[in-house]
């Protein structure tokens, strides 16, 4: 019933959250030691590891209050938009960043990283897709009525 209601920015951020937390538990990068072969999961990776995970929780949130199950905390101090996007952004920055140390450590990419690079796709798409909330465009003649007294 709520997916009805979804507007496609919500279900592009719902599916970038589903494959982010899918993506902290699957195995980002391996390599090998003289006596094994380790994985590493986003938990495992670095700090940004965890930092990617909060901001897919932090996505979800933003979910949850834009459907209306969750208090608005944000309030009027920032819209809904801002910290979609500034979520989106962090995700994709985080991504990047891993992809960059795994290359420059030589290591072996997992299948977890992949899925994080969708999910930060889909998330920045979302943030992309999502509507600023802003007034109609008004006249001249509409704004100077407003102002004369009655």
């Known amino acids: 019933m709520m997916a009805k209601r979804a507007s496609g920015a919500d ?3 719902g599916v970038g959250v589903a494959l982010g937390l899918l993506a902290a538990f699957l195995p ?3 390599y090998s030691t003289t006596t094994a072969r380790v994985t590493v999961d986003a938990f495992r990776a670095s700090v940004l590891g ?3 995970f909060i901001a897919v929780a932090a996505v979800a949130l933003i979910l949850l209050m834009r459907r209306g ?3 608005d905390v944000l309030g ?3 819209s809904q938009r801002t910290a979609l996007s500034a979520a989106a952004w962090c995700t994709a920055a985080i991504v990047a960043l891993q992809l960059i140390l795994i290359a420059a450590g030589g290591r072996s990419i997992g299948i977890g990283l992949p899925f994080a690079a969708l999910a930060a796709a889909a998330i920045v798409i979302a943030a992309w897709m999502s509507r600023p ?3 109609p465009r008004r006249t001249v003649g509409e704004m100077l009525k407003e102002g004369q007294p009655d």
Do not use: G, N, P, Q
């Open 11 to 13: 279900t592009a951020a």
């Open 28 to 30: 980002w990068y391996s």
């Open 50 to 52: 965890d930092a990617f």
């Open 69 to 71: 199950l969750v208090a």
């Open 76 to 78: 009027e101090r920032i």
């Open 133 to 135: 909330h802003t007034e």
